[in-house]
């Protein structure tokens, strides 16, 4: 009996090890999905979602259960040149809704994760006169005369080993950077409110899960994305 009594009383941390090990377990596996998604997601929104097809939804849009209403969050319309159906898209984030950038996705062991994109559109300023505070603006120097063609020379080239004297050389020239912003290189006004002439939006992927004991776990991963799908 005695015997019995000790193997009982060592058992006992056994068993709480064992839990807590099943229980970290449960969190590691659940953060592994957080994270597959949202790569998933990010993924697809960089390399497949057009620029024109995500904007910012005015007002506050709570998660699909009516929770956590916030504002900046992103809504996708179809696009038309190329096409592109978001609906596909947004089937990534769990929601079969609606437009809006959120949803819920589960997994196996059916806890529920919500998901909600945020997008921040960076303006450009309606002036041809670029300023960095406000606004992106490109930064370049001038191509030097050694580029161009004179009387139907290139200067760049010559066929002496060594450049010949009264020639200049490359890093002879002073030249004076040139700055330009998206209203300067044509980029259209823009017809949706917080994105005149934008030609970068930035994101925010949250999700959120609860896990043993109620306690709330979350994964946010920020991004950016870049017009690059203009052809003009």
Same mark, same amino acid.
Request: charged content about 20%; hydrophobic content about 40%; some cysteine.
């Given at each position: 009996?005695?015997?019995?009594?000790?193997?009982?009383? *060592?058992?006992?941390?056994?068993?709480?090890?064992?839990?807590?090990? *099943?229980?970290? @377990?449960?969190? @590691?596996?659940?953060?592994?999905?957080?994270?597959?998604? *949202?790569?998933?997601?990010?993924?697809?929104?960089?390399?497949?979602?057009?620029?024109?097809?995500?904007?910012?939804?005015?007002?506050?849009?709570?998660?699909?259960?009516?929770?956590?209403?916030?504002?900046?969050?992103?809504?996708?319309?179809?696009?038309?040149?190329?096409?592109?159906?978001?609906?596909?898209?947004?089937?990534?984030?769990?929601?079969?809704?609606?437009?809006?950038?959120?949803?819920?996705?589960?997994?196996?062991?059916?806890?529920?994760?919500?998901?909600?994109?945020?997008?921040?559109?960076?303006?450009?300023?309606?002036?041809?006169? /670029?300023?960095?505070?406000?606004?992106?603006?490109?930064?370049?120097?001038?191509?030097?005369?050694?580029?161009?063609?004179?009387?139907?020379?290139?200067?760049?080239?010559?066929?002496?080993?060594?450049?010949? @004297?009264?020639?200049?050389? /490359?890093?002879?020239?002073?030249?004076? /950077?040139?700055?330009?912003? *998206?209203?300067?290189?044509?980029?259209?006004?823009?017809?949706?409110?917080?994105?005149?002439?934008?030609?970068?939006?930035?994101?925010?992927?949250?999700?959120?899960?609860?896990?043993?004991?109620?306690?709330?776990?979350?994964?946010?991963?920020?991004?950016?994305?870049?017009?690059?799908?203009?052809?003009?």
């Amino acid at each position: 009996m005695a015997a019995l009594l000790i193997l009982a009383f *060592a058992f006992i941390p056994i068993v709480g090890v064992i839990g807590t090990g *099943a229980s970290d @377990t449960d969190v @590691t596996n659940s953060y592994i999905f957080a994270q597959t998604a *949202a790569r998933s997601i990010l993924g697809n929104l960089l390399d497949s979602v057009p620029f024109e097809c995500v904007h910012l939804e005015p007002g506050s849009v709570a998660d699909l259960d009516g929770s956590n209403a916030e504002d900046h969050v992103a809504r996708f319309v179809d696009a038309t040149t190329p096409s592109y159906d978001v609906a596909s898209f947004l089937t990534l984030l769990g929601n079969t809704t609606d437009e809006l950038g959120r949803g819920t996705l589960t997994d196996s062991r059916g806890t529920n994760y919500a998901v909600k994109l945020l997008i921040f559109p960076i303006e450009g300023l309606d002036t041809n006169i /670029p300023d960095p505070n406000q606004e992106i603006v490109l930064t370049y120097l001038p191509r030097p005369d050694f580029e161009n063609q004179k009387n139907g020379t290139v200067l760049w080239y010559t066929d002496e080993e060594f450049v010949p @004297t009264g020639l200049k050389r /490359p890093y002879d020239y002073d030249l004076n /950077p040139i700055q330009t912003n *998206a209203r300067s290189l044509g980029v259209p006004i823009g017809t949706v409110a917080g994105e005149r002439y934008c030609v970068m939006k930035r994101f925010l992927l949250r999700i959120r899960w609860r896990m043993p004991a109620n306690r709330e776990r979350f994964l946010e991963v920020y991004t950016a994305k870049a017009n690059l799908s203009r052809q003009d």
